[in-house]
């Protein structure tokens, strides 16, 4: 089971309720309420690079609310000037506008639901989004930098059942700070019988997983399209065609443990709480990274005790371990059989050419589909993790660009190499 914690609240940006995570520091006395689940946006281990603040960070802990916060649908109707339309104007009422013409649009109405809870997720600091989320950039984040976001000031919403958790909903698109969302002219919509739907620009693209992400014998699923009303859709042509996709009848926009979620610049993992209640936490791994530091693995050449660092930040150059990516062999920092014209390396238990990285552990609990050993690491970041977790990521193709997919490191959205992704580590250890 996760260790406690409490709630708190970013006072500081503004002062609505956004359920944050906080590490349990206190006397015991705040009871923590109902655990939905978490958000994780892929490519970061376990924190930001700036750090953690406010609704900007790595996890979203979404947690029931004191009072109900979710809407559902109304009433629709049209209307030939839809911003000067009562619905638009009443900053109390939330509404959907899609226009149809410069003189005409039809207004969906919401009102108050009693029985959700809703979330919302995207790149504005507005108060109506409950976790700020940025473009990720694969790799080292430490000096990157956006130059145009192609995230959604308000990208989506999720709207979870406060009787039923498990059914969590995601709907494309969310309420702005006067509470509508407009779908402009040239915006894909639709209307079918009375019913009027679309999608938004980039779109909200899911996928589920095929079978349990807990256990690590699922198999990766198909990336599909939520709507703004919540129905599934194949992926256009490309991520921003005007020519929907075809509706998809058996699939539902209810997230289960796995699903991710792309925003078209950032892909989060939903994980549900009964997920998490049989993943690895932190201490978890924690203790892992402590059994093969126990085991004293040793550098061939150096003949130095190598550690694995239980924090990100690598500052031990002297027993640091790293790995040779061709074979898997596990030694200290040295120089020797460097090829001096490609910087690669000769491992000197194999003697294999190729390129070497530094071993670092994979923190990020989330990420992980079994609990175990880490006794793989990705190719070419280095990150540790289980056999079966490295292999599952390996066949996940996460979006990238118009209409690309690329499979990468949760840990550091670093794309994948080789014919595998992943390397088996191969330690020289338990040698008292």
Not at 282 to 299: F, S, V
């Amino acid at each position: 089971m996760a260790p406690a914690h409490i709630i708190s609240y970013d006072l500081s940006t503004d002062g609505t309720e956004s359920p944050i995570l906080a590490e349990d520091a206190g006397d015991g006395h705040d009871k923590p309420r109902l655990r939905y689940g978490e958000l994780v946006i892929l490519g970061y281990n376990g924190y930001l690079p700036q750090g953690d603040r406010g609704r900007r960070r790595s996890k979203f802990v979404l947690h029931k609310r004191t009072e109900p916060s979710g809407v559902k649908r109304s009433k629709h109707y049209i209307v030939q000037s839809p911003q000067t339309s009562k619905a638009i104007l009443d900053a109390n009422q939330h509404s959907i506008s899609y226009t149809l013409s410069r003189s005409q649009a039809v207004i969906v109405e919401y009102k108050e639901d009693t029985e959700t809870d809703m979330f919302q997720v995207g790149r504005s600091s507005e108060s109506p989004i409950d976790f700020v989320v940025m473009d990720t950039l694969p790799g080292d984040k430490k000096d990157a930098k956006v130059m145009q976001s192609t995230i959604s000031r308000f990208a989506c919403r999720i709207l979870v059942n406060r009787c039923e958790p498990a059914k969590a909903k995601i709907f494309a698109a969310g309420f702005d700070s006067s509470r509508n969302i407009f779908l402009g002219e040239k915006a894909t919509k639709w209307q079918d019988n009375v019913e009027i739907d679309g999608l938004t620009t980039n779109g909200v693209l899911i996928m589920h997983p095929k079978g349990s992400f807990c256990g690590g014998n699922a198999k990766c699923g198909l990336w599909r399209e939520c709507s703004v009303g919540g129905d599934v859709f194949s992926l256009r042509e490309s991520r921003s065609a005007q020519q929907k996709g075809q509706p998809i009848y058996d699939e539902c926009n209810i997230l289960q443990d796995g699903t991710l979620i792309d925003l078209c610049g950032a892909t989060l993992l939903w994980r549900s709480a009964e997920g998490l209640q049989h993943s690895p936490t932190k201490h978890d791994l924690e203790k892992l990274i402590d059994a093969i530091n126990a085991g004293r693995p040793q550098c061939p050449v150096g003949l130095n005790t190598l550690v694995i660092p239980r924090k990100v930040n690598i500052s031990d150059q002297v027993n640091q371990p790293y790995v040779y990516l061709n074979c898997g062999h596990v030694q200290g920092h040295h120089d020797w059989g460097q090829d001096e014209n490609t910087g690669a390396r000769r491992c000197p238990m194999c003697l294999e050419l190729g390129p070497v990285v530094t071993l670092c552990m994979g923190l990020e609990p989330a990420f992980y589909v079994d609990v175990g050993a880490p006794t793989f690491a990705f190719n070419p970041c280095g990150h540790m993790a289980t056999e079966k977790t490295v292999k599952y990521w390996a066949n996940v193709e996460i979006p990238h660009g118009t209409n690309g997919f690329q499979a990468v490191c949760p840990f550091c959205a670093t794309p994948l190499d080789g014919a595998t992704g992943y390397i088996k580590l191969i330690f020289q250890d338990n040698l008292d």
